[in-house]
């Protein structure tokens, strides 16, 4: 079985060597990149072969399109021609629906949209997948399989990718703004940054691995680290105030509404 990727960006890189360290042999994986610079950097790492969209889309049974949605009408007007029914592409675009897809292709070519996110670099991405019309339960598990390799899988119904695009895909993002605020706060308390780095991560990690591991609620979790009039009262008190869980609904109400605005092209 080949696999292409077309678009091999910062989440077209991430599929890839995800592929790669669950031993996908780079023979049966091509690239497709418009970048000449790019393409170049990536033969160089991976050893894996750049080749036209054109024939990447020709010779490969899975077609991962990992272009930004803005390209995405450009690159499958491109590729059209070459597709066969039975084919599958997965489309790991934000917004981009299946019917738009199936719309820009010949009637038969199977279509999963998949939210994935960055994480998968370390293998524990999250991606969430949905079929589109002419997809069956073999392509569905190879399009499962094909993002098992970088992580977690869920199935879901596509009306759901749009918030789930809002809570996972973006999600990292919102994480990462919250370690940065966490460390700044430590250098403003007289931490050297070094100290307040390794404070900061450390806690991350170790706060996911509670969540996970004892499947407990957050809220529970939370009330036992909260001594009466304590530190953290008096820090969640701020919390509050400055009304951050009215903060990240909104957020996410607003990455939710952009997935859909891609959907439109804007
Ligand atoms: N970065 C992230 O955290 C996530 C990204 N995505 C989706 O992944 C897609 C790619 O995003 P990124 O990797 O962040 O963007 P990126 O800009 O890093 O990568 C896009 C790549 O596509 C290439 N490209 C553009 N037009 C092309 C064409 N006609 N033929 C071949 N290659 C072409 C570009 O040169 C670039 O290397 C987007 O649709 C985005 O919504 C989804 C979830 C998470
Ligand atoms: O910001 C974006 O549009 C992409 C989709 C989800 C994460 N990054």
Do not use: W
Request: charged share 20%; hydrophobic share 45%.
């Amino acid at each position: 079985m080949t696999t292409a990727i077309i678009g091999a960006g910062v989440m077209g890189e991430t599929l890839l060597s995800g592929l790669v360290r669950a031993g996908r042999r780079v023979d049966n994986l091509l690239v497709g990149e418009k970048r000449p610079e790019r393409a170049q950097e990536l033969e160089e790492r991976y050893g894996v072969s750049v080749v036209s969209n054109v024939e990447a889309a020709r010779k490969a049974d899975t077609v991962a399109l990992v272009v930004k949605p803005q390209d995405m009408a450009a690159v499958l007007e491109e590729i059209a021609p070459e597709l066969r029914p039975g084919q599958l592409l997965v489309s790991l675009a934000a917004g981009i629906t299946t019917s738009f897809i199936e719309s820009h292709v010949p009637e038969g070519v199977a279509v999963v949209r998949v939210m994935p996110n960055t994480p998968a670099l370390v293998d524990e991405g999250m991606a969430a997948i949905s079929p589109g019309s002419h997809c069956d339960e073999a392509h569905l598990a190879e399009a499962e399989s094909l993002m098992a390799s970088t992580g977690r899988v869920l199935r879901i119904p596509e009306k759901q990718q749009d918030a789930v695009t809002a809570i996972s895909g973006s999600g990292p993002a919102y994480i990462f703004f919250v370690v940065e605020s966490m460390i700044e706060a430590g250098v403003h308390l007289g931490l050297p940054r070094a100290t307040a780095t390794e404070l900061v991560v450390q806690t991350l990690v170790g706060s996911a691995r509670m969540l996970r591991e004892t499947g407990t609620h957050p809220a529970v979790l939370r009330e036992q680290v909260t001594s009466p009039a304590g530190t953290t009262a008096a820090a969640l008190r701020e919390l509050e105030i400055h009304r951050v869980r009215a903060a990240f609904l909104a957020a996410m109400e607003a990455a939710r509404d952009r997935s859909r605005a891609l959907a439109e092209g804007s």
